[in-house]
């Protein structure tokens, strides 16, 4: 099993990013996937997740109006585009199927002038 994100990488504040999680090794089309964020001595946080068709998604508070996550079963691929970035959002996003105790190895996102 493997999840393997990318797209990360340093961006001015207000601009935009698009993370992709490539899945492999298992059943993508029947798991909800998600991703969370980690920052340096805090808990993983959750950010948004899809239901394994798509057609269901769900935010945190803190990233809703500004990110949108989206999948692609074809490509056993998970999305999250981030617009409207804030130095807030710097972390570490991991994209997970959580249910089968899969996680990848995370992409580094900053935020920053």
């Known amino acids: 099993v493997q999840l393997v994100e990318s797209g990360g990488g340093l961006v001015q504040p207000g601009g935009s990013l698009r993370l992709s999680c490539r899945a492999s090794?298992?059943?993508?089309?029947?798991?909800?996937m998600s991703w969370w964020r980690q920052t340096p001595g805090k808990e993983r946080e959750w950010v948004a997740g899809?239901?394994?068709?798509?057609?269901?998604?769900t935010y945190a508070d803190s990233v809703k109006g500004r990110f949108t996550i989206s999948r692609d079963n074809a490509q056993n691929t998970v999305y999250l585009q981030m617009n409207s970035l804030k130095p807030d959002d710097t972390a570490v996003y991991y994209c997970?199927?959580?249910?089968?105790?899969?996680w990848g190895q995370g992409t580094r996102v900053t935020v920053s002038s």
């Open positions: 899809i239901s394994n068709s798509g057609a269901s998604t």
């Open positions: 997970a199927a959580v249910s089968g105790g899969y």
């Open positions: 090794g298992f059943t993508f089309s029947r798991y909800i």
